[in-house]
């Protein structure tokens, strides 16, 4: 088992050797979210402040089956999460949680949660597939910062060759504008609409999905699919979640100048 920890907002790329069939059921994922902050706990009448940590769980592990996670005997996802999904979970974290992860009933590895912030935080977790030749599963994990902006997580758990890159375009008075992404990277961005694509060598959009971005709203965009040399592929794709309304947005970013440009200020990356 191999884990990279990098900063606190940077990603974190786990990887599990476990295969998914009957015969190996099980593999332990060390130190989910390490922060080393002193304990809070507190004695007498002053207690701790409990913090609000929201767990994003996204499938983007290439398979029919659909994926449960669960802690002890409690499920996490309801309903099971389809490829391509994401979900918030409701359930509060704490220090010490197993988090398993099942996909068709059989067992892709269990997540522990060493650490917690000491502040409230999305905490994104992604399950994703290892490589192209064995169906083994990989995690990545980040904990987003909290930012007046919206951030968004850019990640690529794409297995294959692939001459595809990310972008992001927005349109202001009819202008587009276009600003390159760059895989395993957060970005914060201005309010508003957007299109993510995924576009090839000459610039030419291959696929698209919309972005409503919205200020202190954290989002993810997952480039996922598998060449696979073992099973079934799957070609690219993209998930970008959560699916925010247009009507929520503020308005002001309608009143922008022609000549602002798009706010892409690099937060983390993974190295």
Same mark, same amino acid.
């Given at each position: 088992?191999?884990?990279?920890?990098?900063?606190?907002?940077?990603f974190?790329?786990?990887?599990s050797?476990?295969?998914?069939?009957?015969?190996?059921?099980?593999?332990?994922?060390?130190?989910?979210?390490?922060?080393?902050?002193?304990?809070t706990?507190?004695?007498?009448?002053?207690?701790?402040?409990?913090f609000?940590?929201?767990?994003?769980?996204c499938?983007?592990?290439?398979?029919?089956?659909?994926?449960?996670?669960?802690?002890?005997?409690?499920?996490?996802?309801?309903?099971?999460?389809?490829?391509?999904e994401?979900?918030?979970?409701?359930?509060?974290?704490?220090?010490?949680?197993?988090?398993?992860?099942?996909?068709?009933?059989?067992?892709?590895g269990?997540?522990?949660?060493?650490?917690?912030?000491?502040?409230?935080?999305v905490?994104?977790?992604?399950?994703?597939?290892?490589?192209?030749?064995?169906?083994?599963?990989? =995690?990545?994990s980040h *904990?987003?910062a +909290?930012?007046l902006?919206? &951030?968004v997580?850019?990640?690529? /758990?794409?297995? @294959?060759?692939?001459?595809?890159?990310?972008?992001?375009?927005?349109?202001?008075?009819?202008?587009?504008?276009?600003?390159?992404?760059? =895989?395993?990277?957060? *970005?914060?961005? +201005?309010?508003?609409?957007? &299109?993510?694509?995924?576009?090839? /060598?000459?610039? @030419?959009p291959q696929?698209?999905?919309?972005l409503?971005?919205?200020?202190?709203?954290?989002?993810?965009?997952?480039?996922?699919?598998?060449?696979?040399?073992?099973g079934p592929?799957?070609?690219?794709?993209?998930?970008?979640?959560?699916?925010?309304?247009?009507?929520?947005?503020?308005?002001?970013?309608?009143?922008?100048?022609?000549?602002?440009?798009?706010?892409?200020?690099?937060?983390?990356?993974?190295?």
């Open positions: 088992m191999k884990c990279l920890v990098a900063s606190f907002a940077a974190t790329i786990c990887s050797a476990l295969m998914l069939d009957k015969n190996n059921t099980q593999a332990t994922v060390p130190l989910v979210w390490e922060t080393h902050h002193p304990s706990a507190l004695s007498g009448y002053v207690r701790a402040r409990q609000d940590h929201r767990l994003r769980v499938n983007a592990y290439p398979n029919e089956a659909s994926l449960i996670v669960s802690r002890r005997q409690e499920v996490l996802t309801e309903p099971a999460l389809n490829y391509r994401c979900q918030d979970v409701k359930a509060p974290l704490k220090s010490g949680d197993r988090l398993e992860f099942k996909v068709g009933g059989v067992s892709a269990i997540f522990a949660v060493s650490d917690l912030p000491n502040n409230d935080a905490l994104l977790l992604v399950i994703h597939r290892h490589d192209t030749l064995t169906t083994a599963a990989s =995690f990545s *904990v987003f +909290n930012l902006n919206s &951030q997580a850019v990640l690529d /758990t794409y297995q @294959g060759r692939s001459t595809l890159s990310p972008n992001i375009v927005d349109e202001i008075h009819g202008k587009a504008r276009r600003e390159r992404l760059r =895989f395993n990277s957060v *970005v914060a961005v +201005n309010e508003g609409e957007y &299109q993510v694509n995924l576009v090839n /060598t000459t610039g @030419g696929l698209s999905r919309e409503v971005a919205l200020n202190r709203e954290s989002y993810v965009v997952i480039r996922t699919g598998v060449a696979s040399q073992s592929s799957f070609p690219e794709d993209l998930i970008v979640f959560p699916q925010s309304s247009v009507a929520l947005l503020s308005g002001a970013e309608l009143a922008a100048p022609t000549s602002a440009v798009l706010l892409l200020a690099v937060l983390a990356w993974f190295i």
